[in-house]
């Protein structure tokens, strides 16, 4: 890609931006979010047409007038809000971006595809599941195995392993450097500074829509990446100090709840979190975590146990009963749950509030909302938009900082956290991880669901570990490491 341009009404998402990646590499990607990055790889997966510049792939010139022309051209990606048919079944999305597949693919033979691809990725995945029934993590395994199966020369993953352990992770290492050794070129987007260092041969870095710089991962260090990316020294993160531990605000004794499927997806699952402690939830995506926030939450039905909140039972299944009792909820899915993509910043804000300050009788203070949401997005450092532009229009940080401002807000009791950084860069998990240690420091009892263990080890006092619906161990964060947590998520013991 050389001297790309791409320009939207009232901002230059690309400036005279060059990128390259070489035959046999791994070349990754960084820069904060609303740096450019995505709609660098929009424009080369045929997404978005660039307003100057030109594309090369193997040398020649290339015309991409839609993503039909770049897989024709051998260019495939796994996107951080997914590309697929909810209604149809993991075998099928796969086969319909299979090139290779006959027009007419038995069943049973699609799902047998399936089967092998998930197995050599290290991927485990229901190849005869609906999407609609997957977490976030197993959709993004799909991708992953699309853009394999697809047969891309030039493969863009972006952020892989955000809902893997570190043994599958190593796993999908070991599969892209033998993609790298037989001729296929990878570009990595993550904001995992060890992985880029790990697994990257060259990196580049975007800051403001323009190319800053592209350095070998030999030849630089990871607070020097960071330093690049923020245009700031960063300094590097430290293990939160744990602080005064009060009584149990949270509490769920014997949890069971039915998944989207109708089998059981939480299986007798008790624990407690007491204001000022922040109590990790570690596992691989798919084992009932998202389930387990949902029931806290009350937007799933339990099936047994109860919730309390300051030792009084929540209504279950009724979110209206969480809010009141100060159960705040920040879904892993901030785009499609966390936010309504539509409706303004300053209507997203208020979303949880509306009854209160911001009304009067049946009718909404418009000018107060306005006022109240351009105060959030002031403290918040939202940036890219005002309080009237659609929530859709901000970026993955920004947008997840809408959320936080609303629940935060709120002055909560409890706060139910699932992937909290999922997606963002250096600089924006650096501000999130920022409001999470403040509310665990104002008294907040903070429930942590996350697959980044780092994350975890950084955040928690404590990490209770979950496989297949039920909890099979918890460890001090202080004294815990990697590789057992990680063998816990994995169901061995």
């Given at each position: ?455 975890l080890l950084t955040l928690a006092d404590r990490i209770v570990v979950m496989y297949e619906g039920a909890i099979v161990g918890e460890v001090d964060a202080r004294a815990a490491s990697v590789e057992e947590i990680g063998l816990l998520m994995a169901g061995v013991a």
């Amino acid at each position: 890609m050389r001297g790309v341009t791409k320009r939207f009404p009232g901002v230059v998402a690309n400036d005279d931006v060059s990128f390259e990646v070489a035959r046999g590499e791994v070349h990754a990607l960084l820069g904060e979010n609303g740096a450019g990055k995505t709609t660098l790889m929009n424009v080369l997966t045929g997404l978005y047409r660039p307003d100057e510049g030109k594309i090369e792939v193997g040398g020649r010139p290339v015309e991409l007038h839609s993503p039909r022309d770049a897989i024709a051209a051998g260019i495939g990606m796994v996107h951080q809000h997914f590309r697929l048919v909810e209604t149809l079944t993991v075998a099928e999305n796969i086969a319909l971006a299979d090139r290779q597949a006959p027009f007419l693919l038995r069943g049973r033979e699609a799902e047998r595809q399936v089967e092998l691809t998930a197995e050599a990725l290290h991927m485990p995945v229901d190849p005869g599941a609906k999407i609609w029934q997957l977490s976030v993590g197993e959709q993004q395994r799909v991708e992953i195995m699309k853009a394999v199966r697809s047969g891309s020369r030039v493969l863009i993953l972006d952020e892989p392993t955000a809902v893997l352990t570190p043994q599958e992770a190593q796993a999908l290492f070991r599969t892209l450097r033998v993609m790298a050794a037989e001729g296929h070129s990878v570009v990595v987007i993550t904001h995992k500074l060890h992985e880029v260092m790990e697994v990257a041969d060259r990196v580049t870095v975007l800051r403001g829509g323009r190319s800053i710089a592209t350095v070998r991962t030999s030849e630089v260090t990871r607070n020097e990446l960071a330093s690049l990316m923020v245009g700031r020294d960063v300094e590097p993160e430290r293990r939160r100090e744990p602080g005064e531990i009060g009584e149990v605000v949270l509490e769920a004794r014997g949890l069971s709840a039915r998944g989207d499927r109708g089998v059981d997806a939480l299986r007798d699952v008790s624990f407690s979190v007491r204001a000022g402690e922040v109590l990790g939830v570690a596992g691989v995506a798919g084992n009932g975590q998202r389930e387990l926030a949902e029931v806290l939450t009350g937007l799933r039905p339990a099936s047994a146990g109860v919730v309390e909140v300051d030792g009084k039972r929540l209504r279950d299944g009724d979110p209206r009963a969480a809010i009141r009792a100060g159960v705040a909820h920040v879904p892993e899915d901030r785009l499609r749950t966390g936010v309504a993509p539509s409706l303004s910043i300053a209507s997203n804000v208020v979303l949880k509030s509306y009854r209160g300050e911001v009304s009067r009788g049946p009718f909404l203070l418009l000018r107060r909302i306005a006022a109240r949401a351009a105060d959030l997005i002031r403290r918040y450092d939202v940036r890219g938009a005002g309080p009237h532009a659609p929530a859709r229009l901000l970026s993955g940080g920004n947008l997840q900082k809408v959320v936080l401002a609303r629940e935060f807000s709120s002055r909560p009791k409890a706060l139910v956290v699932a992937a909290p950084t999922r997606g963002l860069d250096v600089g924006a998990i650096e501000t999130v991880h920022g409001y999470l240690r403040d509310a665990a420091a104002e008294g907040v009892a903070v429930l942590l669901v996350s697959e980044d263990l780092d994350e975890l080890l950084t955040l928690a006092d404590r990490i209770v570990v979950m496989y297949e619906g039920a909890i099979v161990g918890e460890v001090d964060a202080r004294a815990a490491s990697v590789e057992e947590i990680g063998l816990l998520m994995a169901g061995v013991a």
